[in-house]
Nanobody
Framework: VQLQASGGGLVQAGGSLRLSCAAS?????MAWFRQPPGKERDFVAV????????YYGDSVKGRFTISGDDAKNAVYLQMNSLKPEDTAVYYC????????????????????WGQGTLVTVSS
């Protein structure tokens, strides 16, 4: 399975962006992670339980929303009220259907990764 992320760009603080991630085949749990410049990659959001459960990193709660389209094997990340500290390369990740790893914020549990899309938020 290959993941293709898109939708990144340059936006002013307070603005919005919507990221998309398309999978070439069926997957399990899908999530977003991000890696700010010079920092480690961190958990952003996950959609599990066939879309019935969503979880967010503390820094994005109330501003970001993860959603999905099973028919398109896709997951989206709506990002509102963006801040300069949201600047990062955003990666989508997915678990294989044959695997299930319940520690959703642990990168080790994901089998497939997209190439990343850069989001830059200017102040």
């Amino acid at each position: 399975v290959q993941l293709q992320a898109s939708g990144g760009g340059l936006v002013q603080a307070g603005g919005s962006l919507r990221l998309s991630c398309a999978a070439s085949g069926r997957t399990g749990v899908m999530a977003w992670f991000r890696q700010p410049p010079g920092k480690e990659r961190d958990f952003v959001a996950v959609m599990a339980g066939y879309g019935s459960n969503t979880y967010y990193g503390d820094s994005v709660k109330g501003r970001f929303t993860i959603s999905g389209d099973d028919a398109k094997n896709a997951v989206y990340l709506q990002m509102n009220s963006l801040k300069p500290e949201d600047t990062a390369v955003y990666y989508c990740a997915a678990q294989d259907l044959a695997n299930y790893y319940s520690s959703y914020d642990d990168q080790a549990g994901y089998d497939y990764w997209g190439q990343g899309t850069l989001v830059t938020v200017s102040s």
